[in-house]
């Protein structure tokens, strides 16, 4: 529909920032062994990745979502004579962890870092799809496109008479969390006495998530008074 003298039309575009606490952390374990065999990895590996996801379950419900994701065996091999030989076999399995509690976040990515051979990335931060705050954003970007169409209008003497059209661009985090880069916490050795003391809680701040909104609005205008 085209403006018209009787009929003018104003487009406005709506726009919100919404900054507000995350709802979720996430940590990429990475857990690894070694043997001189393919046995002897495979067994070790099995019982790190059972001790990691035993004692990540145990956080209860603090644990939204464990995964279990890439693994692999790899065989070094090394220069013998003329040819090569295998010297070992390396094993690793990758699991995700989503934790909604960020108390508990803290003491389990120590306990997990203070694990041998288990690498920890993260954690990162971010907010669910379902998350009120889409909602919130959406409603201020409105809001926005409204009071800007007034104003227009206003300007030119006029009243906003109907709304032909509310187009929405998208909802989007503005600035994608990660709290910290990866590997900040990973302890990766091949053996040695376990440590008598439990490594103190990592104190992690929650970084804020910014959720952005815009929305383009038509309306139709009374005559202007110019």
Known sequence: MAGTPET?????????????????????????????????????????????????????????????????????????????????????????????????????????????????????????PTSPAHGEARRQAVTEAVTRAREYAAALGSDLSALLELADQGIENAHPAAAMPPGAYTRQSFGGAAEDTAAPALDLEPQRQTVYAQVTARFTMTPPKL
């Open 8 to 128: 003018p039309l104003v487009t406005v575009r709506g726009e919100a920032t919404h900054e507000v606490d995350p709802e979720t952390a996430t940590l990429t374990i990475t857990v690894s062994a070694r043997g001189k065999d393919r046995r002897t990895a495979l067994e070790d590996l099995t019982r790190r990745n059972n001790t990691v996801l035993e004692l990540t379950k145990s956080y209860g419900e603090a644990v939204e979502k464990l995964e279990s994701g890439g693994f692999s065996i790899t065989p070094e091999l090394t220069a013998h004579g003329r040819g090569e030989r295998i010297r070992a076999h390396h094993g690793r399995v990758r699991i995700t962890a989503v934790l909604n509690d960020f108390t508990a976040l803290g003491e389990l990515t120590t306990r997990l870092a203070d694990l041998e051979l288990t690498r920890v990335d993260g954690p990162w931060w971010s907010l669910r």
